[in-house]
T-cell receptor
Framework: GQQLNQSPQSMFIQEGEDVSMNCTSS?????WLWYKQDPGEGPVLLIA?????ELTSNGRLTAQFGITRKDSFLNISASIPSDVGIYFC???????????FGQGTELSVKP | SAVISQKPSRDICQRGTSLTIQCQVD?????MFWYRQQPGQSLTLIAT?????????ESGFVIDKFPISRPNLTFSTLTVSNMSPEDSSIYLC?????????????FGSGTRLTVV
């Protein structure tokens, strides 16, 4: 079945540093989504990407949809303590179809 | 985007019993899904809840264990039947929504289930 490989698994950074995480797949996806999950909560959608090569920003977050449609990355600039949480990538083969999730990247930010 | 309310938010259940989880969306949505998130793990899709017809289950999940209802475009239930400790997980409802420039999926806060 389809699988997403997300890396790194965890990151420990200093406040103010930039962060980068990525997802790769052996399958093509038509949509890439990035979520953040805080403890005790459901995932919250951060950024959605719909076209190969698309680069989209949401505040300090920037994400790109890879040209091959098999990968995506998420950058967080100038990290702050509230960025702490688990970040998940998710791929979707067709609009309205099911999501396949990556394993998650746990981010810790030291003030 | 839509707001999803899920209840109960948590429960501790005896093995062998069943628990029904409710998911209410504040607007009509096309697709509703149920996910399981085992401790420290990612999200795994259980099934797609289809309005007016039987749910579509993913490999490894069966209707007898996880019966699902979806009587209308805003509501769905997931039942975890004949529970065992291995069913201890977070169960999440999600729905497809559209709003601003984000067409993606919204999640409820989840139901944290502990089976003893």
């Amino acid at each position: 079945g389809q699988q997403l490989n997300q890396s790194p698994q965890s990151m420990f950074i200093q406040e103010g540093e930039d962060v980068s995480m990525n997802c790769t797949s052996s399958s093509i996806f038509n949509t890439w989504l990035w979520y953040k999950q805080d403890p005790g909560e459901g995932p919250v959608l951060l950024i959605a990407l719909y076209k190969a090569g698309e680069l989209t920003s949401n505040g300090r977050l920037t994400a790109q949809f890879g040209i091959t449609r098999k990968d995506s990355f998420l950058n967080i600039s100038a990290s702050i303590p509230s960025d702490v949480g688990i970040y998940f990538c998710a791929g979707q083969s067709n609009q309205g179809g099911k999501l396949i999730f990556g394993q998650g990247t746990e981010l810790s930010v030291k003030p | 985007s839509a707001v999803i309310s899920q209840k109960p938010s948590r429960d501790i259940c005896q093995r062998g019993t069943s628990l029904t989880i409710q998911c209410q969306v504040d607007s009509q949505v096309t697709m509703m899904f149920w996910y399981r998130q085992q401790p420290g793990q990612s999200l795994t899709l259980i099934a797609t809840a289809n309005q007016g017809s039987e749910a579509t289950y993913e490999s490894g999940f069966v209707i007898d264990k996880f019966p699902i209802s979806r009587p209308n475009l805003t509501f769905s239930t997931l039942t975890v039947s004949n529970m065992s400790p291995e069913d201890s997980s977070i169960y999440l409802c999600s729905a497809s929504t559209s709003g601003s420039n984000l067409y993606g999926y919204t999640f409820g806060s989840g139901t944290r289930l502990t089976v003893v």
